[in-house]
């Protein structure tokens, strides 16, 4: 039997998008350098199990506020309660950015008519926040990456 760290799930339904977190690891790096595929997987494991930390911080300080809901507030409080408050002001401005694209997107219509992005819009928009994200981390500087999905080569093509 597998241990069960996450409620109602084993440790192997956890996970992030291996491709997606490889692509972030990369980019990271100067070109010259190369990350063995075991590095890589454990780089990966180790964000799983901070996003579990965090997440588990912030449901019992949700628990304690008698809340049902996580709020970023409750985040912001776990990330202050083990020792990561160097990475508050980021992930406030991060979170900041967020609602305001979202207010944004969804007052253009995006959102508006009911209908949801496509699988291809979302992963261009999930990318190009990666690269604002680690634009701010890097101190801005390396600027985000623009991609424009139609004219890069799908992998249906």
């Given at each position: 039997m597998e241990p069960m760290?996450?409620?109602g799930r084993t440790k192997e339904d956890a996970s992030l998008p291996k491709a997606t977190m490889t692509k972030i690891i990369k980019e990271m790096l100067p070109p010259d350098v190369r990350v063995?595929?075991?590095?890589?997987?454990?780089l990966i494991e180790c964000c799983v199990e901070f996003i579990n930390l965090i997440?588990?911080?912030?449901?019992?300080?949700?628990?304690?506020?008698?809340?049902r809901t996580i709020a970023p507030e409750h985040v912001l409080k776990a990330l202050q309660a083990l020792g990561?408050?160097?990475?508050?002001?980021?992930?406030?401005?991060?979170?900041?950015?967020?609602?305001?694209?979202?207010?944004d997107t969804m007052r253009s219509g995006k959102w508006s008519n009911g209908a949801e992005m496509t699988e291809e819009e979302a992963l261009?928009?999930?990318?190009?926040?990666?690269a604002e994200a680690r634009a701010r981390m890097n101190?801005?500087?390396?600027?985000?990456?623009?991609s424009d999905p139609e004219t890069e080569p799908s992998a249906n093509s």
């Open positions: 760290d996450i409620v063995a595929r075991d590095a890589q997987d454990l997440s588990s911080e912030s449901n019992e300080i949700c628990n304690k506020e008698d809340k990561f408050s160097e990475y508050m002001e980021d992930v406030y401005a991060a979170y900041e950015q967020h609602r305001v694209e979202t207010i261009a928009e999930q990318q190009r926040m990666f101190g801005g500087a390396s600027a985000p990456k623009q």
